[in-house]
Nanobody, 125 residues
């Protein structure tokens, strides 16, 4: 079992930045594929970024490529999502998720086993 807790959401104006954190606890003595998903009201859930904690390999959805980066601090069992050049369409609840392999795009197209509670990101124009 892995427990995930997100933090760092908030409100920002278009063009601004936010950094989300996802802290993991529980069975963290192995590598996981960690991902960030988002869901806006009335829209389907979208996988935006993933990273394999064992090797640091990352993947980004086209909608955020070049604007978002994902990183990890294995000593802190934490994964970060740095979001730059935010736009109103980025507004959503952002969820951290974790699962075993496969990683990359395949995680973002699946439903991982472990989820955080979500953190709200609101971007105003």
């Amino acid at each position: 079992q892995v427990q995930l807790v997100e933090s760092g959401g908030g409100s920002v104006q278009a063009g601004g930045s936010l950094k989300l954190s996802c802290g993991a606890s529980g069975h963290t003595d192995r590598s996981y594929c960690m991902g960030w998903f988002r869901q806006a009201p009335g829209k389907e859930r979208e996988g935006v970024a993933s990273i394999y904690t064992g090797a640091g390999y990352s993947y980004f959805a086209d909608s955020v490529k070049g604007r978002f980066t994902i990183s990890q601090d294995n000593a802190k069992n934490t994964v970060y999502l740095q979001m730059n050049s935010l736009q109103p369409e980025d507004s959503a609840i952002y969820y951290c998720a974790a699962d075993g392999l496969p990683c990359g795009q395949r995680l973002l197209l699946s439903r991982p086993d472990y989820w955080g509670q979500g953190t709200q990101v609101t971007v105003s124009s």
